[in-house]
C-alpha cells in the first residue's frame, strides 16, 4: 500500500529553536496534506489543511505565524514549529489525500516533539 | 470545535464478548472512517463507510451509519486482547476530523 513518511520521527531540541518536519507520500502524489497534533491519551487535532501550491488553511486557534506549512510539490508538506516552546511538545502526525482516490488518506507514523 | 465526540472514552471487556463505540459529529460528510492507534503508535486504517451507505462489515467490525442522526457505532465482536488500542472515528469532507476517540481494554 502506500506509504506516507515523516521526518524525523523523533526531536528534542530547545526552547527558543525551530523545528521543520517532513511529510512525503511516497509512492503517489497528494494535493492535500493535512497537519495534526496528538498530546498524550487525547485524539489527534487538526492543525491545519496543506494544499499543493497554496497557502494552507488553519484551524481555529492554531496560530499560522508559529507553525509554518509549506506545500511545494505533490509529495512534500513541511511543518516548521518556530520559536518552540515546552508547551509545543507533542506527536505531529501528517497525512496525505490520494490524488488518483480522493476518498483515501495515508498517514504518517507521526514525529515526537520534545521542547526543553 | 468540529471533532466529534464518541463514548464511551473508555471500555473494559473479557475477552470474547463484544464491543461498541459510537461516535456522533457535527458536520456534512462525504465518509467516516474508523482508526485504531496503540499507545504511542501510528494510525491504523480499519474501515471507511460512505454517506449513502448505513452498514459496512469487515472481518469482525461491523460500522453503522446514520445520517440523520449524525452517528456512527463500530462493534467488533469476539474480542481478543490483541484488540486493545485507541479507536478513532473521523469524518471526512473538505477536512479530515477526528473524534475523541474510545480506549478499550480486552482483558484476557
Known amino acids: 500500500g502506500a506509504v506516507v513518511s515523516q521526518h524525523p520521527s523523533w526531536v528534542i531540541c530547545k526552547s527558543g529553536t525551530s523545528v521543520k518536519i517532513e511529510c512525503r507520500s511516497l509512492d503517489f502524489q497528494a494535493t492535500t496534506m493535512f497537519w495534526y497534533r496528538q498530546f498524550p491519551k487525547q485524539s489527534l487535532m487538526l492543525m491545519a489543511t496543506s494544499n499543493e501550491g497554496s497557502k494552507a488553511t488553519y484551524e481555529q486557534g492554531v496560530e499560522k505565524d508559529k507553525f509554518l506549512i509549506n506545500h511545494a510539490s505533490l509529495t512534500l508538506s513541511t511543518l516548521t514549529v518556530t520559536s518552540a516552546h515546552p508547551e509545543d511538545s507533542s506527536f505531529y502526525i501528517c497525512s496525505a489525500r490520494d490524488i488518483a482516490n480522493q476518498e483515501t488518506q495515508y498517514f504518517g507514523p507521526g514525529t515526537r516533539l520534545l521542547v526543553l | ?108
Open chain 2, 1 to 108: 470545535s468540529q471533532q466529534g465526540e464518541e463514548d464511551p472514552q473508555a471500555l473494559s471487556i473479557q475477552e470474547g464478548e463484544n464491543a461498541t463505540m459510537n461516535c456522533s459529529y457535527k458536520t456534512s460528510i462525504n465518509n467516516l472512517q474508523w482508526y485504531r492507534q496503540n499507545s504511542g503508535r501510528g494510525l491504523v486504517h480499519l474501515i471507511l463507510i460512505r454517506s449513502n451507505e448505513r452498514e459496512k462489515h469487515s472481518g469482525r467490525l461491523r460500522v453503522t451509519l446514520d445520517t440523520s442522526k449524525k452517528s456512527s457505532s463500530l462493534l467488533i465482536t469476539a474480542s481478543r486482547a490483541a484488540d486493545t488500542a485507541s479507536y478513532f472515528c473521523a469524518t471526512d469532507y473538505n477536512q479530515f476530523y477526528f473524534g475523541t476517540g474510545t480506549s478499550l481494554t480486552v482483558i484476557p
